[in-house]
């Protein structure tokens, strides 16, 4: 019989007749019997081998019992392995407790809508290239510095492939919500409106040479809406995206920019989002910006924010609640 | 951190037993060090030999060997230039005043010791760790920083509390001191001047009298009546006549030496200064106890080993979870903040604070029933004593005369002696009492002090000696007022009491109209009856036979036995030769002086206290031991011993036993004898090991006749066999004891003030039995204490989990720190503070004192209860809590694993959660703070079930009931104030703390009954199977 530190536990296999658990306790050695059997086997492992059968009782008071003959000379050996014996039988209940209070709670917890969403009142923006600290620096002669980005893009740009929307999305009438409600019954799954990557004109990528301008200086950012399920974003009016310099000079050196769609408009069909496993295939509208003429080598500051009816862009705290801030630079020799 | 303690060594620190600051250790400095040992031989020296007896002869000398001595003129004093030169030789008559220790270093103690250590610990690595962060520009959060600031606060205003309580009372203490320039008269040059005390030299001739302190050490060179009240010295409450002649090879005994700061209570004397200042006895002792080391109370033993424990716990989380950092792929830097933030986590912020205002609580609980304590821990230590040994004057007894017992008619009848003295039942109809009553009332020199008439008659104050006070009071009291019985009987003559007659006359006019007088006499009884030749059998007069003699040897010896001081009266009926108008002689007595009839005896003691056999005795039961030590005859001593139940009734010492069988001490089986009565002189000639035997043997012990050094060696043998000692004591003599003892009790009321500055405590009262209940208040404030930890240490664990889970899983944090310090410093706290008002489970005056050894205040099993057991339950309830309020936001566990690194990500705005929303990082931080305050609140919930289970540890709450108003208050106010942190509007901004749905405060809920089943049934077990394993493994 091997012996193995004190405090692990092993499957034995000494005893033949059925697996069992066993405690190795320097010199003694206690083997546990497995469920079906229901006896604690000691092993004492001084001089001429000898086993020893212990009954396991049933019910509590035999189990206090249990305590107080180990008491006797024969566990008096064992204790270290014990208090261990009692953790593992604590924790083990413990274990199972947490997990039975997890699963009900699980059960609880709707698949398609969280149950609360008022820290979500107002929709976060974002742009893309998601970059570290969100500041797109493009060196117009060091292919590298942007490449990544380009990469990133183009990835990022792939679900919007007119081909992949038309096989997927449907058509919808643009100006109006495009609600699915479940009218008692599950309208499973939810259809997605097409957002077609045509759509980002200038800035679609497609067919592009200038790698979405950056190759030349005028680089595409990208703006998106965070999705937050059966929200209508707009209260049923029109929105758009509108970009500024943060200052005053920022907006000098910012120049003149392009939006795709036109004046940053985005259709209220996109909305409401009916989560991800329900609304598989959604697609997020998306604003493109094209940056014409940004005064090189100089750090720009731009703002974007959200105009609709229900969503406010004045949060103090959170400084991307219908908004984003992004850093441009394009360093030109 | 200090973890041991240089014994021996005297410095100012550790004159206070509050762990101080650790000496700098500074390895170069060997030379200094060198020195510094030497020094510490020499001051070791000092005091062995201010241990022993103090040696001097000048009591030996003759008038002419110390005129020549001293070089002086016994009738002209010393020339004042002479006086100068000595003066400015030796410096001025005073003690040296102990070492105060300065404000600002009580105040560092304060700060810096014990327990704070390691919340100084905790503040510089949490500025360390932030210095690191915004050196390498790691994320820059601030919470590192606002930890160190709170912990530093934290034990700054700790501190300064703690420095105010024991302010407050050496304030007390300073109000005892009364600050009386003191005068002497000296004769200079043949002339008599007043000079101020400080000024008296070594030679001078000075002159005390009634009314004086005793300005220095005098041997005595003419006495007219002197006495003197040696009790600041020897506890010794009774006068004692002064007289030039040697008389006693000791010092301390002989009569022809006055002692300086003792009293003169009457009587005028002169004599030669042979000592001042410091090398006056008083001096001496007085030195004795500054330069005694002290050691650690218990409680600062017990903090120290319960920061080891902390400390250990808390490198072992930390070093293990660094190395799980590192291998989890975590920079190296990242790495260091964790283990620093796991070690700052572990320590119990709110601890230092609850530990002191519980035992402040106690203090002020102890000060109602006039125990004063001046020391904050030793509080405890009273409760962990195992010996008291106890003076008997004042402690034990009433410190008043009071008449015993009376013998007349052949008979003996007890007096009552309780301090209210209210009926006397003895044979008040027999006409031999009229007749003693009158003797003792007319031949008594003593007088009550005017304008006390509506005070009772045992309070009121008197003139005269103890023992004439005691039958004037008793006289007054069971037969009629003595001032009546005077004006009819008008004293004529009188020859005084002396000790070489030992008898007292004084003729008096008797009442009726026959004109003639009346002789009464009283004195020893042996010289009484001397002079007699009949005696009175009520009332009726019969001749002196040989019955009559045996009857009073008998009663003389039988109220001797007792300790009492027996005085016989009789009379004389002069006859009519000597009518009014007869000029009685006392000098040439020209009045019959023999065939005096004999009337009774009447004996006196100074009785037991009340309260204080039935203290001795819970004392008893308390299984601690009460040895008496007094300055008194053996006899006296151990009557008052078997009076108080110190030696126990049927219990014999080896002398009672010889004399009832009739054997030889030898003869008698050591084993058997339980009780001893050691004479001073032959502790004097034992080893130290023969006194440890006796002290181990014997379970009661009274020392008789001991000096002041003596009560010292006593003390130090006790806590040689690992006892806690209190020892309690009102004269100087008894200040090195005192000091020495682990708790040194002092009276308030007749204490001196050297002792009450050498004590830990002061009793009020001066009773012992309010030792007995500040033993019952120490013991329970330290099972008090064990809860509170065990209550406060267990949300440690549901406050370290998060963060560790945090590493590991890289779920977003759970429990901020902010939330972990409202925790700690704000919920916590009025719980924890209310297991001190909690009642004893058990009554803990029937068991044995705590073993300092192996009853640890923390111990392993405490630990792994509160850190095993609820702690983890409590964790579990906080993280399910946080789970929940997750998962109904929208992100559900099984996406939150690994998610920490884009959450912590503040360029990431757009997180999805496990439905396809999307979170700004402000968005999820409000739900982050939002789970924080859920696992805040789960926390408060589990703490209800939590402070339940602490009130007891052995008995069930239903047998223990809810009668702690505080400890509901508690629950309300830790309730009330988590939710006011919730919801208070501006929370949010102020604490990162948000409001809760309703729902979120019911997670807890049923972890919080689990913890109640769960502790119910661990006690259930432990209740009923005693002394099994898991009351071995669990019980605290």
């Known amino acids: ?333 | 951190m200090e973890f041991g303690k240089t014994r021996g060594r005297v410095t100012p620190q550790e004159l206070n037993p509050s762990s101080g600051p650790k000496p700098k250790r500074v390895p170069k400095m060997v030379g200094r060090r060198k020195k510094e040992k030497v020094k510490r031989k020499k001051n070791k020296a000092n005091i062995e030999e201010l241990k022993k007896e103090v040696v001097m002869d000048d009591h030996k000398l003759t008038l002419e060997e110390l005129s020549r001595r001293y070089s002086v003129d016994l009738t002209k004093g010393l020339r004042p230039e002479k006086a100068q030169e000595i003066l400015d030789r030796d410096g001025p008559n005073t003690l040296t005043p102990p070492p105060t220790t300065p404000e600002w270093v009580k105040f560092c103690k304060q700060l810096f010791g014990g327990f704070s250590i390691l919340l100084w610990t905790g503040a510089i690595l949490c500025f360390v760790a932030y210095g690191i962060q915004t050196y390498f520009n790691e994320e820059p959060t601030k919470d590192n920083l606002y930890l160190g600031i709170v912990l530093a606060v934290v034990v700054f205003i700790t501190g300064c509390f703690s420095y105010y309580q024991e302010a407050k009372s050496s304030k007390i203490m300073e109000s005892f001191r009364s600050m009386v320039p003191q005068q002497a008269l000296v004769i200079r040059g043949g002339e008599k001047m007043q000079i101020n005390v400080q000024n008296v030299v070594v030679g001078d001739l000075v002159e005390v009298k009634g009314g004086d302190r005793i300005p220095a050490d005098i041997r005595l060179i003419s006495a007219q009546g002197c006495k003197v009240d040696n009790s600041s010295l020897t506890g010794e409450s009774e006068p004692q006549s002064r007289f030039p002649h040697f008389t006693h090879e000791n010092l301390l005994e002989t009569r022809n030496i006055c002692f300086f700061s003792t009293n003169c209570v009457e009587g005028t004397a002169r004599g030669i200064v042979i000592a001042t200042g410091d090398s006056t006895v008083m001096g001496r002792i007085a030195s004795l106890t500054s330069g005694l080391a002290v050691g650690q109370t218990p409680i600062a033993t017990e903090i120290k080993h319960f920061i080891h424990i902390i400390t250990m716990v808390a490198v072992f989380l930390g070093v293990s979870f660094f190395g799980l950092s590192l291998m989890l792929g975590y920079s190296w830097l990242k790495a260091v903040i964790f283990l620093i933030g796991i070690i700052v986590a572990n320590v119990p912020e709110g601890l230092l604070v609850t530990v002191t205002v519980c035992l402040t609580l106690t203090a002020k609980r102890m000060a109602k029933k006039n125990c004063l304590v001046k020391n904050l821990e030793a509080v405890e230590t009273l409760g962990s004593t195992s010996i008291i040994c106890s003076d008997k004057t004042g402690t034990l007894t009433q410190n008043r005369m009071t008449v015993a017992h009376l013998w007349f008619d052949k008979t003996t009848y007890e007096a009552n002696t309780s301090e209210e003295q209210t009926v006397n039942t003895f044979a008040k109809d027999s006409d031999t009492w009229f007749i003693l009553a009158r003797i003792a009332g007319l031949c008594n020199r003593a007088d009550f002090k005017p304008d006390q008439e509506t005070l009772p008659i045992a309070k009121r104050a008197t003139t005269g000696d103890a023992s004439e006070s005691a039958l004037l009071k008793f006289i007054e009291q069971s037969y009629s007022s003595v001032k009546e019985m005077r004006e009819k009987s008008p004293k004529v003559a009188e020859i005084p009491f002396n000790s070489t007659n030992k008898y007292q006359i004084s003729i008096h006019l008797r009442e009726d109209s026959s004109q003639t007088h009346v002789l009464l006499m009283k004195g020893a009884p042996e010289r009484i009856l001397a002079f007699c030749s009949s005696y009175l059998l009520n009332g009726q007069e019969y001749s002196m036979d040989e019955e009559m003699k045996e009857a009073f040897q008998n009663a003389y010896l039988e109220l001797g036995g007792l300790g009492e001081r027996v005085l016989g009266f009789c009379f004389l009926n002069l006859p009519n030769t000597f009518s009014k108008g007869f000029k009685f002689n006392t000098d040439e007595v020209n009045f019959p002086m023999e065939n005096f009839c004999f009337v009774g005896l009447i004996s006196m003691i100074d009785p037991p206290r009340p309260a204080v056999p039935e203290a001795v005795c819970k004392c008893r039961s308390a299984g601690i031991k009460v040895i008496m030590v007094t300055g008194d005859h053996p006899i006296t001593a151990k009557a008052i011993a078997k009076g108080v139940g110190i030696i126990s009734e049927g219990t014999e010492t080896a002398e009672d036993t010889t004399a009832q069988l009739k054997v030889h001490v030898r003869q008698i089986d050591s084993r058997d004898v339980k009780a001893i009565v050691v004479h001073g002189s032959d502790l004097k000639d034992m080893s130290s090991v023969q006194l440890d035997e006796i002290l181990r043997n014997y379970t009661e012990i009274v020392f008789a006749r001991t000096s002041p050094q003596q009560k010292l060696i006593i003390v130090e043998g006790c806590q040689r066999q690992g006892n806690v000692v209190a020892a309690t004591g009102d004269g100087v003599n008894d200040s090195p004891a005192l000091k020495k003892a682990d708790i040194g009790i002092a009276m308030g009321v007749t204490g001196s003030d050297v002792s009450k500055q050498a004590a830990d405590m002061i009793l009020l009262d001066d009773n012992f039995a309010s030792i007995v209940t500040g033993v019952e208040e120490g013991r329970l404030i330290f099972d008090n204490l064990k809860k509170s930890i065990a209550y406060t240490l267990t949300s440690n664990i549901p406050e370290i989990t998060p963060f560790l889970l945090f590493i590991i899983l890289g779920i977003p944090l759970p429990l901020g720190t902010i939330t972990i310090l409202c925790i700690d410093l704000g919920t916590d706290m009025v719980p924890a503070i209310s297991l001190a008002y909690e009642s004893a489970e058990s009554d803990i005056m029937k068991r044995a004192p705590r073993d300092p050894k192996n009853d640890k205040l923390v111990n392993y099993r405490l630990i792994g209860m509160a850190y095993g057991q609820i702690g983890m339950i409590q964790a579990l309830a906080g993280f399910f809590t946080y789970f929940v309020i997750l998962a109904e936001n929208g992100f559900k566990p099984a996406d939150l694993l690994g998610i920490r690194h884009d959450w912590e990500n503040s360029y990431v705005n757009d997180l999805e959660d496990s439905y396809g929303q999307q979170w700004t990082f402000e968005q999820r931080k409000i739900l982050e703070f939002t789970c924080q305050t859920g696992f805040f609140v789960s926390i408060v919930i589990v703490q209800w079930a939590d402070l339940i289970i602490c009130k007891t540890r052995r008995n069930s709450v239903f047998q223990q009931g809810m009668k702690n108003k505080i400890l509901i208050f508690g629950i309300l106010e830790e309730t009330f104030l988590a939710a006011f942190l919730c919801y208070t509007p501006g929370m949010d901004m102020a604490l990162r703390m948000y409001p809760l749905k309703i729902f979120w405060w019911l997670c807890a809920i049923p972890y919080s009954i689990l913890i109640f089943i769960y502790d119910e049934v661990r006690k259930f077990a432990i209740r009923n199977h005693p002394g099994g394993w898991l009351e071995r493994e669990t019980y605290y």
């Open chain 1, 1 to 333: 019989m091997q012996r193995l530190g004190p405090s692990l536990w092993t499957w034995d296999s000494s005893w033949q007749q059925a697996p069992a658990t066993s405690l190795p306790l320097g010199v003694q050695k206690i083997l546990l019997g497995s469920a079906f059997t229901s006896k604690i086997k000691v092993v004492l492992n001084q001089g001429p081998k000898k086993e020893i059968l212990v009954l396991l009782p049933l019910g509590v008071s035999s189990l206090l019992n249990l305590w107080v003959q180990l008491q006797g000379c024969l566990f008096l050996g064992t204790f270290p392995a014990f208090i261990l014996l009692f953790y593992l039988v604590f924790y083990g209940f413990l274990t199972a407790m947490f997990t039975l209070t997890m699963w009900v709670m699980l059960q609880t917890v709707s698949d398609h809508t969280p149950k609360y969403q008022d820290r979500l009142a107002t929709p976060g923006l974002m742009i893309r290239p998601k970059t570290e600290n969100l500041d797109v620096i493009v060196n117009v002669s060091d292919t590298e510095s942007w490449d990544q980005h380009v990469q990133k893009l183009n990835k990022f740009l792939e679900p919007y492939n007119d081909s992949i929307q038309a096989q997927k999305n449907d058509v919808c009438r643009p100006g109006r919500y495009y609600e699915q409600p479940d009218n008692g019954v599950l309208n499973y799954p939810k259809r997605a409106c097409q957002f077609n990557r045509t759509q980002l004109g200038d800035c679609s990528g497609i067919g592009d040479p200038t790698h979405y301008g950056y190759s030349t200086g005028q680089p595409c950012v990208f703006i998106k809406m965070n999705r937050v399920i059966n929200f209508y974003a707009g209260a049923n009016q029109s929105m758009n995206v509108t970009c500024v310099g943060k200052r005053d000079e920022d907006a000098e050196n910012l120049g003149s920019f392009v939006m795709f769609p036109a004046n940053g408009n985005i259709d209220l069909m996109y909305f409401p989002y009916y989560g991800k496993k329900f609304h598989v295939n959604y697609t997020q509208p998306l604003v493109a910006v094209k940056f014409l003429n940004v005064t090189p080598n100089v750090e720009v500051n731009v703002e974007c924010r959200i105009n609709a009816a229900n969503i406010a862009t004045d949060d103090e705290r959170d400084k991307f609640a219908g908004r984003v801030a992004f850093k441009l630079r394009i360093n030109k020799t």
